[in-house]
């Protein structure tokens, strides 16, 4: 499984970004999918979630101003971020979870991350 983020950069804040997550080597639409964020000296955190039927959650920070999405037929997933703020600054991860039921369980599946810097 491969995952490759896009899509990161300099903004200013309260710009917009959009950051997509390419995957290949899995069956996309049956994968719930997500993104997390690493702060330099923070722990990763869970930014968004998308299951494989399209239900989302969000964490208090991002909600209102995020939005994941997802296309199955590109075997893309989306996040799209409006009114950035400096606490955004991070490297944005793409996951992937492959459910392979109760015997092996799910695996994680992870890209290499992508920068997001907000500037004042």
């Known amino acids: 499984v491969q995952l490759v983020e896009s899509g990161g950069g300099l903004v200013q804040a309260g710009g917009s970004l959009r950051l997509s997550c390419a995957a290949s080597g899995t069956i996309f639409s049956r994968n719930a999918m997500a993104w997390y964020r690493q702060a330099p000296g923070k722990e990763r955190e869970l930014v968004a979630h998308i299951t494989s039927e399209g239900a989302t959650n969000y964490a208090d920070s991002v909600k209102g101003r995020f939005t994941i999405s997802r296309d199955n037929a590109k075997s893309t997933m989306y996040l799209q971020m409006n009114s950035l703020k400096l606490e955004d600054t991070a490297v944005y991860y793409c996951?992937?979870?492959?459910?392979?039921?109760?015997?092996?369980?799910?695996?994680?599946?992870w890209g290499q991350g992508t920068q997001v810097t907000v500037s004042s």
């Open positions: 996951n992937a979870v492959e459910d392979h039921g109760s015997r092996i369980g799910q695996i994680d599946y």
